[in-house]
């Protein structure tokens, strides 16, 4: 496998565009031998999704997006694809044959699935899973909000999108999300850039998204799990994603992080602790929801 990644990292690019669409040819004419996945990796952003997934497949028994490619891990099917209907979505995992004739090798059925953490973040998106993939099994990553601001925000400083300092970005996002979920209600379709973007303290209220979750899949049928928990031990948290996801265990070969999580950097301890008091009722409102300390900043 690995001579195989190397072979097509070597190629031209004309000899993989041409393989490209010949191999997603290949998956719309056989979407209706393709069932939806088994799993999705829903969020947070900057909570370890990538990395998660990444683990993920280095476990013989678990399938990424066909054809797989190097760094993909989402469709973007919930939230930008969506007018290309569910069986553009289903294409792009692999046919029950392959997953049969795996089951014979591996002795268990192997699972599929894709990540995306603004599968959490946008509330449009979890019905549109249902109807697609009621039996789904989600997966959301939480981080200490706080941090994960900070982390969103340097994320964005890096890419070259976020002009302002972390205190103004804060103070201006209310102006920045003005209108926009009007407008993602009003139009399936609409992709919001700045909801996407721009969302640092927003995203870290993670109640509602949840219990949007809950109110279209079972509970059992999502997985919460904090992201320091990855982070501090990479195995024991894997575990029990095998064990979610019924999978026999497997001993990762691996436990680097995908995506490095910035180090936390507010050098302003007013903006941390504002923060920190925003966050508090919110968490406690979360833990009593999980029923779970979660020992985030400004805990008790």
Known sequence: ???LSALKDRSPRWLKDGANVTTRAYARATVAQRPAPDFLIIGTKRGGTTSLFNY?????????????????????YFFKELH???????????????????RRRLGYRPVSGEASPYYLWDHRVAPEVHAVAPQVKAIALLRDPVERAWSHYHE??????????????????????????????????????????????????YLPSLENWWSVFPRDQLLVLRSE???????????????FLELPRHLLP???????????????????????????????????????????????
């Not at 028994?61 to 973007?76: E, I, Y």
Request: charge should be negative.
């Open 254 to 300: 691996d436990t680097s992080a995908f995506n490095g999580i910035a180090p936390s950097a507010i050098d302003d301890d007013r903006v941390r602790a504002e923060l920190a008091a925003f966050y508090a009722p919110r968490n406690a409102a979360l833990e009593s929801a999980l029923g779970r300390s979660l020992n985030w900043t400004g805990s008790p």
């Open 56 to 76: 993920l497949l280095m476990h013989p028994g678990v399938r990424g997006l066909f054809p797989q490619s190097r760094g993909k891990k989402s469709t973007d």
């Open 1 to 3: 496998m690995a001579a």
């Open 229 to 243: 928990d990855l982070y501090a031990d990479v195995q024991g948290t894997f575990d029990t994603v095998c064990d």
């Open 156 to 205: 964005r400083r890096k890419n070259g999108v976020e002009p302002l300092s972390f205190t103004d970005a804060l103070a201006a996002e209310a102006d920045r999300l003005e209108g926009e979920a009007e407008r993602m209600a009003s139009d399936r379709g609409y992709y919001s850039e700045a909801h996407d973007w721009y969302t640092y303290r927003s995203r870290g209220i």
């Open 84 to 102: 290309r209907g569910p069986d553009w979505y289903r294409s792009h995992f692999h046919t029950e044959a392959h997953r049969e004739l795996s």
